[in-house]
C-alpha cells in the first residue's frame, strides 16, 4: 500500500431509508486541505485539532449545498492512523453520502482498500497486529461474551502474552548464540535448564492453543440443524427456544416445507439454528423441494439435533435418518413429546424433553453446548487466538519440541539455536514484530471498507 496518498471511504453502514448519520473518513497529509476544499463553515469557526465544526459540505465547481454537516478534524499523530484525519458527519442514506464521498474523491483523495485505515493505523505504531484483528472481531461480535474477548484483545491481552513468551524465548536464545560464539569465554550452561524453560513456554502456548477453541465457538457460533421425521415436534422446539411462534405447528405431517433460519445465543454461544423438512418419502413436490434441501443442511451444520418422538419410541425410520448424518458432524439425539409420556423403549435419546412444557430443556441447552466441546461461560476465558494466531502458536509449540529433541538427543548448542528461532518467528507474526507484506494484506482484507 502506499501511505503517501490520501485515502477515503465511507466509514458507517450505509442504507436507504436507515442510520441518520453517515460518516465519510478521510485520511493523510491531504486530508485537511480537501476538507477546507469541500467544507464551508458558518460563522468564524476555527479550523483546530479535535474540534467539531458545523457547516455544509458544497461542489466547488458550481457551489451547490450537497448536505448539512459536521467536520471532525485530528491532525496527526492524534488519530487512529497517526495519520491527519478528516471526518464528514453526513445526513445517513445513500444518495447523499455518495455523493460527498464522490466528492472527496474528486478533490484528491484516493478510495481506501478494505482495512487501509487499520493497516495504516498498524504501520504507523498505533496498533499491533493482535489489536488489529480484535478490532474486526468487536465489530462482528454476535454476542456480549464475544465481545468481551474481542475487549480484551484491543486492550492487548493477546499481544501481552505472546510478547512475553516470545521475550522468554529470545532471553534463552541470547544465551545460546554466546556460547555458540564465546563458550570458552563464558561460564558453562545448563543445559537441563534450557530445556525446563523451553518445556514451561510450550506448556503455556498449548493452553493458549487449548482456549482458542473456546474463543472460536464464542466469536463464530455454530450451525445447528434441527432434523427428524414429520411430526416429531422440530419446530415447537425451536419455538421454544427462540420464545416466540417463529414456526408454524400443527398436528399434520409435512407442515414445515422449506428451511427456517433463526439467530440466537445460548450461553454467550452465537446459535443460528435451521428447522428443516421433516424427512420422509413424499409425493408432494414442493414438500420434496423441502426435504433436499434439508440433506443438503445436514452436510453443513457443524451440530444436528435429531428429534424423535419419545412417546412413540425409536423407530427403523429414525435410525435410517441417523444413518444419514455425516459421520464427522457433531450429533446430539433429542427424545422430544416426554408429556405425552415415555414409551417403554425410548431410544438412544442424549437427552429427553418436552418442547411443549419446557421440561428437560435446561439439560438440553447444555448438553447442545458440551457436544461441541464447549466448557461454559464459568471458565474464566480472559484471551482467545483467533485461527491465524492458533496456527502460528501451534507451529511455534512444535518448533520448540523439536529443540528439545536436539536437546534430548544431547546435540550442540547451534543445533538448537535453529528452532529457537523458528519459534521466535512463529510468535513475531502473531504480534506483527516479524510479519511479511502477504500476510499484512490477507489480514487486513478481512476489514470492510472505511475500518
Not at 493523510?28 to 459540505?57: C, M, N, T
Not at 461461560?377 to 528439545?404: F, P, Y
Request: proline letters at 2%.
Amino acid at each position: 500500500m502506499n501511505n503517501s496518498s490520501t485515502i477515503a471511504a465511507i466509514a458507517t453502514a450505509v442504507a436507504a431509508g436507515e442510520g441518520s448519520i453517515a460518516i465519510v473518513r478521510i485520511s493523510g497529509s491531504e486530508a485537511e486541505k480537501i476538507g477546507r476544499k469541500l467544507f464551508v463553515s458558518a460563522g468564524q469557526q476555527q479550523w483546530d485539532s479535535h474540534r467539531v465544526l458545523y457547516g455544509h459540505v458544497c461542489d466547488p465547481a458550481t457551489g451547490e449545498r450537497i448536505d448539512e454537516a459536521l467536520l471532525l478534524l485530528m491532525r496527526a499523530p492524534r488519530s487512529f492512523t497517526r495519520e491527519t484525519v478528516v471526518e464528514l458527519h453526513c445526513h445517513g442514506g445513500v444518495v447523499v453520502v455518495q455523493r460527498v464521498l464522490d466528492l472527496v474523491l474528486a478533490a484528491g483523495a484516493e478510495r481506501a482498500k478494505a482495512g487501509e485505515f487499520s493497516q495504516r493505523a498498524f504501520l504507523n505504531g498505533r496498533l499491533d497486529l493482535t489489536r488489529a484483528e480484535a478490532l474486526i472481531d468487536l465489530i462482528t461480535a454476535r454476542s456480549g461474551r464475544a465481545a468481551q474477548l474481542a475487549m480484551a484483545g484491543l486492550a492487548g491481552g493477546v499481544q501481552e502474552k505472546i510478547e512475553a513468551l516470545r521475550q522468554r524465548l529470545l532471553d534463552q536464545l541470547a544465551e545460546l548464540e554466546a556460547r555458540v560464539d564465546f563458550e570458552e569465554d563464558l561460564p558453562a550452561l545448563n543445559p537441563q535448564a534450557v530445556a525446563t524453560e523451553l518445556k514451561n513456554v510450550a506448556e503455556e502456548l498449548q493452553l493458549l492453543i487449548a482456549a482458542a477453541s473456546q474463543g472460536q465457538l464464542l466469536r463464530e457460533g455454530l450451525r445447528v440443524a434441527i432434523v427428524g421425521r414429520p411430526n416429531v415436534g422440530k419446530s415447537s422446539l425451536l419455538n421454544h427456544l427462540c420464545g416466540n411462534e417463529r414456526a408454524i405447528v400443527t398436528d399434520q405431517a409435512g407442515t414445515t416445507r422449506d428451511l427456517l433460519d433463526v439467530d440466537l445465543v445460548i450461553d454467550g454461544v452465537p446459535i443460528s439454528l435451521v428447522d428443516t423438512a421433516g424427512i420422509r418419502s413424499s409425493e408432494d413436490i414442493v414438500e420434496q423441494l423441502g426435504i433436499e434441501r434439508s440433506r443438503k443442511a445436514l452436510a453443513s451444520a457443524d451440530v444436528v439435533i435429531l428429534v424423535y418422538n419419545i412417546h412413540i419410541g425409536w423407530t427403523p425410520n429414525d435410525e435410517s435418518l441417523k444413518i444419514e448424518i455425516p459421520k464427522e458432524i457433531h450429533l446430539l439425539i433429542v427424545g422430544n413429546k416426554l408429556d405425552l409420556g415415555e414409551a417403554k423403549e425410548a431410544g438412544p435419546a442424549n437427552v429427553k424433553i418436552s418442547a411443549q412444557t419446557g421440561e428437560g430443556m435446561k439439560q438440553f441447552k447444555s448438553e447442545l453446548l458440551t457436544t461441541c466441546g464447549y466448557c461454559g461461560e464459568g471458565i474464566g476465558l480472559e484471551v482467545a487466538l483467533n485461527h491465524r494466531q492458533k496456527d502460528l502458536a501451534a507451529s511455534a509449540k512444535h518448533a520448540l519440541a523439536r529443540c528439545l529433541d536436539a536437546a534430548a538427543n544431547g546435540l550442540p548448542w547451534d543445533f538448537w539455536t535453529i528452532d529457537l528461532r523458528d519459534a521466535i518467528s512463529q510468535l513475531g507474526e502473531i504480534t506483527g514484530a516479524e510479519i511479511s507484506e502477504a500476510v499484512l494484506d490477507r489480514v487486513f482484507s478481512k476489514f470492510c471498507i472505511g475500518k
